[in-house]
């Protein structure tokens, strides 16, 4: 499995984890319905970003095929979340505002949990690679005949 699909699912695994007993709560504090609008949103947002590895898996083939598929996954994503959301939404099924909460409570931690574990990689290296390269004057050897 590559790295990305393993870091998509593990994220999605701790999502699903951290929303049943916030699903649970809701439950208790505002009913079913509140409830399930959430969940339903945590779990379209989760599909989203799932989907993102799937991009990444395309759009990095050597086919270009598959790259050209990866393209097009990535810009159907959008109009699966526009599907996804709005059509229970206006047809009155689940509750826009906790569904949209769902949603965007997904993004949100993705920021918060992913991003500083993937900046601490990255600065790192860049800061090895910021020490390694110098400019080309201090490289050379000068040497001076007296």
Do not use: Q
């Not at 990444?56 to 810009?75: D, E, K, Q, Y």
């Not at 949209?100 to 090895?128: C, D, H, I, Q, W």
Request: hydrophobic share 55%.
């Amino acid at each position: 499995m590559s790295p990305h699909w393993r870091l998509a699912l593990w994220y999605v695994t701790w999502i699903c984890v951290g929303a049943t007993p916030v699903g649970a709560v809701v439950w208790s504090l505002y009913g079913a319905i509140y409830a399930g609008s959430l969940l339903y949103g945590v779990g379209m947002g989760a599909a989203s970003f799932v989907s993102i590895a799937a991009t990444v898996s395309m759009l990095t083939a050597r086919s270009n095929v598959w790259r050209g598929l990866g393209m097009a996954l990535f810009a159907a994503r959008y109009g699966f979340v526009a599907g996804a959301l709005g059509i229970p939404a206006y047809m009155g099924l689940l509750l826009l505002a906790p569904m949209l909460f769902g949603f965007a409570a997904v993004y949100v931690a993705e920021n918060v949990v992913l991003l500083p574990g993937v900046s601490r990689v990255l600065g790192g290296t860049r800061a090895k690679r910021a020490a390694d390269v110098r400019p080309e004057r201090e490289k050379r050897e000068r040497r001076v005949e007296a």
